[in-house]
């Protein structure tokens, strides 16, 4: 039996695209050239919002227990900085408890200090969440531990947030997630600026 030329070349063409879908790329460039950060090796792009870029990877302990997933990612959020090009940890503070506070979330912790990223000062910070009690659910809890930085942009001040969250089920504990953050903390690390 001979395959048809024309199913041939349909077949090589699609074969092309799959390949060059599935195959990884360094760097990420995202929005009107914004700034670029290196893909966490192994990790699943997702949807961003405009301009961002957001990658997962799931935790897998064994079968008894839920998987965790861990999320990097960067996004332009509201707000610019000061007339300096400064921003300062007030600022910050009120943004971080605007995009965490929620109706199925409470924040149990909320800290910053500074921090440098590709030379833009920046307000790092750590928090943590749990979901809120709700006696009628029959779906476990998780909890959810995040880091990251909020910077100004070099170039026009806009904000940009960096981010890196944990989420896990609470009656399993935090995952060991060594690996994974070490993997975080170089795409984040790697991040650079369009100036």
């Known amino acids: 039996m001979q395959i048809p030329r024309r199913s041939c070349v349909t077949l090589l063409l699609l074969a092309t695209m799959l390949a060059a ?3 990884p790329r360094s760097k990420t460039p995202t929005a009107p050239t ?5 893909a966490p090796a192994g990790w ?13 990877t799931r ?21 610019t900085a000061d007339r300096s090009g400064a921003l300062s940890e007030e600022t910050a503070r009120k943004l971080l408890q605007a995009r965490l506070n929620n ?36 779906e ?3 909890d959810y531990r995040h880091r990251g930085a909020i910077c100004p942009h070099p170039r026009d001040g806009r904000l940009y947030q960096i ?3 944990l989420v896990y089920v ?16 170089a795409a984040v690390d790697s991040l650079r600026w369009t100036r």
């Open 59 to 79: 935790i897998k302990i064994d079968d008894q227990h839920f998987p965790s997933l861990v999320s990097l990612g960067a996004a332009p959020v509201e707000g």
């Open 140 to 142: 476990a809890r998780r």
């Open 44 to 56: 699943e792009a997702a949807r961003a919002a405009p301009g961002g870029a957001l990658w997962h």
């Open 21 to 23: 879908c599935a195959s």
């Open 170 to 185: 609470r009656s399993d504990g935090a995952p060991p997630d060594r690996a994974q953050q070490a993997q975080a903390d």
């Open 103 to 138: 109706p199925q979330q409470v924040v149990l912790t909320l800290e910053l200090s500074q921090r440098e990223l590709d030379g833009v000062r920046c307000v790092a910070y750590t928090a943590t969440q749990a979901d809120r009690y709700d006696p009628e659910s029959t």
């Open 34 to 38: 914004a700034f670029t950060i290196d």
């Open 163 to 165: 981010f890196v969250s």
